[in-house]
């Protein structure tokens, strides 16, 4: 997770963002803060990247990379106002012993690619190109299953589906389960979750317009938006344990729970490496 230190709206890149109403940035951080000890209340390890002067949006690490099996896949953004972001959170994981792998394909990291068993999930259309998923397949070593967003409000897979159970990566595929919102996908990609996920949990445009899909599920708990009411009452009835975290803030930004948080699998594999030689983790596309 990444402090909200210099958060601010102040370009408009979502439909979510208006530059012109101020953000409260106490509020933001109180809010980001109770997120963080929520998650470290429900026995999760929470580790904090240092924020940088003049990247806003880094607030949302979801989106700062995809790290499976102990490899982070580097983050490309499609707008260069975010550009700067991947390269520090690379430089993070490779700090810290992580395989980075370098992109050569736009991709905003978890925030399009969701590990759902043997699976990833990836969004394509607002902000991913479908070529980084081919990128991902072979640098992550899973199979990669294409879907299309074509909803701008659901610029991210992340926005408009949550995988519920399975994004530990090591879950069976038919134990896995998740929850999404039909009319944010193109047809073709409605079919492909109906074939996967038959009896998937299925959003309503309500609980899906205040991003409760953006929400983080350890399997049992989902910590999601309090004012996705419906979708909270669904996922009691399916047998998970809503926990509602209020991040009224940060959403002015087009961001919840889940974007906050960058869900890292596997251990580092190498030794730690030393500022001194960045990259030295590194490899290449």
């Not at 809010?31 to 949302?60: A, C, F, K, N, S």
């Not at 983050?75 to 012993?97: I, V």
């Not at 969004?123 to 081919?134: K, Y």
Request: net charge negative; aromatic share 8%.
């Amino acid at each position: 997770m990444c402090p909200p230190t210099y958060f601010t709206v102040s370009y408009e890149i979502n439909p979510w963002m208006d530059p012109s109403v101020p953000v409260d940035a106490a509020r933001a951080t109180a809010q980001w803060e109770h997120l963080r000890d929520t998650l470290r209340d429900l026995g999760h390890h929470v580790e904090e990247i240092e924020p940088e002067p003049g990247l806003p949006d880094m607030v949302y690490a979801a989106n700062g990379a995809t790290v499976i099996d102990g490899v982070a896949y580097e983050a490309w953004f499609r707008f260069p106002e975010r550009a700067a972001e991947g390269p520090a959170y690379l430089r993070w994981f490779s700090d810290h012993g992580y395989v980075t792998a370098k992109a050569r394909h736009v991709n905003e990291g978890e925030g399009d690619l969701l590990t759902c068993g043997s699976r990833v999930l990836a969004g394509h259309g607002p902000r991913t190109d479908v070529a980084a998923h081919r990128e991902a397949a072979r640098l992550l070593g899973r199979e990669v299953v294409s879907l299309e967003l074509v909803d701008p409000r659901f610029y991210h897979l992340d926005t408009a589906l949550t995988v519920l159970r399975g994004n530990d990566g090591g879950t069976p595929d038919a134990d896995c389960d998740v929850a999404y919102l039909p009319a944010a996908f193109s047809p073709e990609s409605r079919e492909v979750l109906e074939d996967l996920f038959p009896d998937a949990l299925i959003a309503t445009d309500e609980d899906a317009e205040v991003l409760g899909l953006n929400a983080v599920s350890d399997g049992r708990h989902v910590v999601l938006n309090p004012a996705a009411t419906r979708y909270a009452a669904a996922l009691r009835e399916r047998g998970y344990e809503p926990v509602g975290v209020d991040t009224s803030e940060l959403l002015r930004g087009g961001g919840g729970a889940k974007c906050c948080t960058l869900e890292v699998r596997g251990e580092p594999r190498l030794p730690v490496a030393s500022r001194d030689t960045p990259g030295a983790a590194v490899r290449s596309a």
